[in-house]
Nanobody, 128 residues
Framework: EVQLVESGGGLVQAGGSLRLSCAAS????????IGWFRQAPGKEREGVSG????????YYADSVKGRFTISSDNAKNTVYLQMNSLKPEDTGVYYC?????????????????????WGKGTLVTVSS
């Protein structure tokens, strides 16, 4: 059974930090890229970051560049999203998702409609 399980969300003040984790199981981790998406109330789901182990590629949305860092522990089949200098506009439900064969190191970016598997999300709330 394929599973993506997010953890690490919570309530934090503006300027603070959180680290999200995405633990994957049930598929060959190295064959998939992992994307992080977020959805704020009343807004569309947007891709904020991605990592592809096949090429070591990463993607960051302009809104999070310089503040968020994505990393992977392939031995644990886990991808992390370190979020620093959080802003109230970072508030939302954060989802991780897996896309087979994607390579984010060649200018490709994660799109929600391309992802094959999804986690259930973890809520991040940034207070002002």
């Amino acid at each position: 059974e394929v599973q993506l399980v997010e953890s690490g969300g919570g309530l934090v003040q503006a300027g603070g930090s959180l680290r999200l984790s995405c633990a994957a199981s049930g598929f060959t981790f190295d064959d998939y890229a992992i994307g992080w998406f977020r959805q704020a109330p009343g807004k569309e789901r947007e891709g904020v970051s991605g990592f592809s182990s096949s090429d070591g590629g990463t993607y960051y949305a302009d809104s999070v560049k310089g503040r968020f860092t994505i990393s992977s522990d392939n031995a644990k089949n886990t991808v992390y999203l370190q979020m620093n200098s959080l802003k109230p506009e970072d508030t939302g439900v954060y989802y991780c998702a897996a896309e087979r064969g994607a390579m984010y190191g060649v200018g490709y970016r994660p799109h929600y409609y391309d992802m094959d598997y999804w986690g259930k999300g973890t809520l991040v709330t940034v207070s002002s």
